[in-house]
Each structure stands twice: as structure tokens, then as C-alpha cells.
Antibody, heavy 116, light 112 residues
Framework: EVQLVESGGGLVKPGGSLRLSCAAS????????TGWVRQTPGKGLEWVGR??????????EIPAPVKDRFTISRDDLKNTLYLQMNSLETEDTAVYYC???????WGQGTLVTVSS | DVVMTQSPLSLPVTLGQSASISCRSS???????????LSWFQQRPGQSPRRLIS???NRDSGVPDRFSGSGSGTDFTLKISRVEAADVGVYYC?????????FGQGTKLEIK
């Protein structure tokens, strides 16, 4: 079965860092445009980064609201996508999903809670 | 960023009846390649979003033909015919024409 499985979520204090992972099965991440979407009750669904397919150069793009704090990367040997989140704020509390940028494939999500 | 506005935000429907959800974008979603990157998603309680329709009207594999998408430019509609209990959840539109892709606020469908 084709699937994406996120891990790495948890409780972190404001100002802290966290790295999320997204492992793919029966799906080659480097062949697709993929990224991270977060979901909060207040702001709904929001893309927080994407990475292009290897064939398209593999560049990453991070939206302005999190540009200075979040980084997206991919390990093609491990077939895993990452989201590095630094200087976390309480507003970053959310369920984080990895997904293909067209939305055709999603992981199950991992909860990140930023609280003191 | 492109702002996506859905209506209604709450949609009580009788089993077997039809439902329609509107999605409007703050600018045209026609990209330079001629395609319109407007998708619809269903999120059942406790689950990840699931794409139902891409590029306005293309149903994903396994999606019942009770679900149909239409529209153009800045105005789009998701129609659900013969609503079933399994359709309960929140429905989102998403534009992928301009990065960052953006979602509507969501429409919560419930059974009357």
C-alpha cells in the first residue's frame, strides 16, 4: 500500500526546536513535489513548505509566515521528508501532515504542541 | 496569497438529498498553462483530508460519481448527490495555481 507516515511530533517549549519526519512506502518521494501542511482549529489548513521533485531541481519553498524558522529537506536514500522547525511559538501548535502538493496523498498527521 | 472563500460554512442535509458547496477565489485560478488548479477535499472526523476532485472536475479514483465539481475562473462548486451518512465531515477547496497553495475555511456537512 502506498503511504506516508509522519513521526517526530510532541510537546515542546516556546523557543524550542523539533524535526518532523515523513517516511514513504511504495512511493518514491524524489519523483514528486511534496510538502507539509498544518491544521489548526483557528487557521484551518495551511501549507508550510514544499520541495520540488528531483527532476525539477529539488528546490524548496517556504511561505513568508514561517520562512525564517522552518526548513524542509529530503533524504532520497532514506526516502524520507523532513520539516525542521526552530524558534517555535504557541501559534505553531497544530497537526502536521506531509502530502504531495497536488493533495493526492496524505500522511496520518503528527501533533505538535508548543506550550510551557 | 489567493484567498479562498467557501459557503456555507455549515450544511445540514437530509439523507438522500443533494448538497452544494460554493468556493470563490480572490483571483482567477487559470494558470499560464491553461489549467485551473482547483481541488476539493473531504475530511471525515479523525481522519486526514482525502482528495475527491482535482482540476475543477476530475474525480479521483474510487470517488463515487455522486460527487461532482464544476466552475471556472473564480467561482467553483462541489455537488454531492443522494447524500449518505458516510459523507459527514468537513469539505475544503484548495487552489494550487499560485504558491503558496491555499485552502478555503471548510464546510461542515451534517445529517439533519
Amino acid at each position: 500500500e502506498v503511504q506516508l507516515v509522519e513521526s517526530g511530533g510532541g510537546l515542546v517549549k516556546p523557543g524550542g526546536s523539533l524535526r518532523l519526519s515523513c517516511a514513504a512506502s511504495r512511493f518514491i518521494l524524489s519523483d514528486a513535489w511534496t510538502g507539509w501542511v498544518r491544521q489548526t482549529p483557528g487557521k484551518g489548513l495551511e501549507w508550510v513548505g514544499r520541495i520540488k521533485a528531483k527532476s525539477d531541481g529539488g528546490a524548496t519553498e517556504i511561505p513568508a509566515p514561517v520562512k525564517d524558522r522552518f526548513t524542509i529537506s529530503r533524504d532520497d536514500l532514506k526516502n524520507t521528508l523532513y520539516l525542521q522547525m526552530n524558534s517555535l511559538e504557541t501559534e505553531d501548535t497544530a497537526v502536521y501532515y506531509c502530502a504531495t502538493t497536488g493533495g493526492g496523498l496524505w500522511g496520518q498527521g503528527t501533533l505538535v504542541t508548543v506550550s510551557s | 496569497d489567493v484567498v479562498m472563500t467557501q459557503s456555507p460554512l455549515s450544511l445540514p442535509v437530509t439523507l438522500g438529498q443533494s448538497a452544494s458547496i460554493s468556493c470563490r477565489s480572490s483571483q482567477s485560478l487559470v494558470r499560464s498553462d491553461g489549467n485551473t488548479y482547483l481541488s476539493w477535499f473531504q475530511q471525515r472526523p479523525g481522519q486526514s483530508p482525502r482528495r475527491l476532485i482535482s482540476k475543477v472536475s476530475n474525480r479521483d479514483s474510487g470517488v463515487p460519481d455522486r460527487f461532482s465539481g464544476s466552475g471556472s475562473g473564480t467561482d467553483f462548486t462541489l455537488k454531492i448527490s443522494r447524500v449518505e451518512a458516510a459523507d459527514v465531515g468537513v469539505y475544503y477547496c484548495m487552489q494550487g495555481t499560485q504558491w503558496p497553495a491555499t485552502f478555503g475555511q471548510g464546510t461542515k456537512l451534517e445529517i439533519k
